[in-house]
């Protein structure tokens, strides 16, 4: 199995200030004959369900704010908040599809500073 | 809108067997590859399966540790995927999530692929 590890476990960042989210895969997700990888970001906020924010590491699912981006490649991925607004407090998650099972890493708590 | 509502959570003995339904709409079902998802109390996200579109004839996957307890099937005809656990556990305790695949099974150049709607989710608990 693909394991995920982020880092921090939490992080408390300004109003308006950069939010950085680390995700870093046991093995690459990156598929050479499309040339992809395999992992998506989710926001979750107490009491709903995860939200898809980023796939394919670093598209933006339509309807998502532009302060909201993925980079990375191979193994080691990062999200990024520009500016951080205070709807985005919440747990962010990381998950590859390169391989079953599915896996996530265990979460980034966002929290206002 | 793109909708997915879950039905069919509640209290149930260890032993039992339970079905979840999830019911869509707002999209065409049959294109897309259905999964299901859980999160136990104060936990993380885990995978548990998904059902692929006719253009992959149906094909299922599962995480391999709940294989065999754990049943995913789907009816086109009603947009409705379902989740049949057997022989509940107390660990199976967790609200289970529906969700849709990415993108439209024929449009992709993946098997595999991310999961773009969620339902509300549906609480299971497992207790004698």
């Known amino acids: 199995d693909i394991v995920m590890t982020q880092s921090p476990d939490s992080l408390a960042v300004s109003l308006g200030e950069r939010a950085s989210f680390n995700c870093k895969s046991s093995?690459?997700?990156?598929?050479?004959?499309?040339?992809?990888?395999?992992l998506a970001w989710y926001q979750q906020k107490p009491g709903q369900p995860p939200k898809l924010l980023i796939y394919?590491?670093?598209a933006r699912e339509p309807g998502v704010p532009d302060r909201f981006s993925g980079s990375g490649s191979g193994t080691d991925f990062t999200l990024t908040i520009s500016s951080l607004q205070a709807e985005d407090v919440a747990v962010y998650y990381c998950?590859?599809?390169?391989?079953?099972?599915?896996?996530f890493g265990q979460g980034t708590k966002l929290e206002i500073k | 809108e793109v909708q997915l509502v879950e039905s069919g959570g509640g209290l149930e003995p260890p032993g039992r067997s339970l079905r979840l339904s999830c019911s869509s709409s707002?999209?065409?079902?049959?294109?897309?590859?259905m999964g299901w998802f859980r999160q136990a109390p104060g936990k993380g996200l885990e995978w548990i399966a998904f059902?692929?579109?006719?253009?992959?004839?149906?094909?299922?996957e599962y995480a391999a540790s709940l294989k065999g307890r754990f049943t995913i099937s789907r009816d086109d005809s009603k947009s409705v995927v379902y989740l049949q656990i057997n022989g509940l556990k107390s660990e199976d305790t967790a609200v289970y999530f529906c969700?849709?695949?990415?993108?439209?099974?024929?449009?992709?150049?993946?098997?595999?692929?991310?999961?773009?709607?969620w339902g509300q989710g549906a609480l299971v608990t497992v207790s004698s």
């Open positions: 969700t849709r695949g990415g993108r439209k099974d024929y449009e992709s150049n993946s098997y595999y692929s991310w999961f773009d709607t």
């Open positions: 707002g999209f065409s079902f049959g294109d897309y590859a």
């Open positions: 059902i692929k579109s006719n253009t992959y004839n149906g094909a299922t």
């Open positions: 093995q690459s997700v990156l598929w050479d004959s499309n040339s992809q990888n395999y």
């Open positions: 394919w590491a670093s």
């Open positions: 998950q590859q599809y390169f391989s079953i099972p599915y896996t």
